[in-house]
């Protein structure tokens, strides 16, 4: 019951907000169950270093991860999101809102599977953030987006955001928005 009433939040709120062509599913976080956003799921050496509510950039739902530990790190791991028909071979654009204060680094992961689920090692990308976010001071979502190069074998996509950029990185990293369109 109570996801159905997000989930109808959730399109009332963002359906006019998506880029148009956005393939990637729950961008805005806003709907989950258990402590978790759809699509994403808890790993890493601590799992109770993951947040998943506000600050939120939209509706009431971030997905992040507060990391006062030098010994450990923290992962979201996405699941497998089916890349559209045609986006293989193509660039991707990843957009996204973040709110981070970070010593040392954290990152988001982009990884890419073949059709017999093996990871296509070489086109794996990583995103890294450190320091202060545009906006930290005032705890203003700021936008971003990369570019990224999809295989011609590629048949899904993974997003993985983790504190382990070296585990020796503390700081919090909030993302919101999460969207990916073909170039
Ligand atoms: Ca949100």
Sequence with gaps: MRKQFL???GVFLFSGALYAGNFWPNSGFEIGSDG??????????????QCWGSPAASGNYSMGIIDNRTDAFSSWMS???????????KTVILQWKELCDIIGKMR?????????????RSASVQIFFSGSSDGW????????????????????????????GGPTA???????NLEVVVD
């Design 7 to 9: 989930m109808g939040i």
């Design 79 to 89: 699941e497998k999101v089916v890349l559209p028909p045609g986006t293989a071979g």
């Design 137 to 164: 001071s005032t705890q203003s979502f700021a936008e971003k987006s990369q570019t990224v190069d999809v295989p011609a074998d590629a048949e899904s996509m993974m997003i993985t955001l983790t504190s382990s």
């Design 108 to 120: 988001l992961s982009v990884t890419f599977r073949t059709v017999e689920n093996d990871l296509i």
């Design 36 to 49: 978790a956003p759809d699509s994403f799921h808890r790993k890493g050496q601590d799992k109770e270093m």
């Design 170 to 176: 503390t700081g919090t990293c909030y993302i919101d």
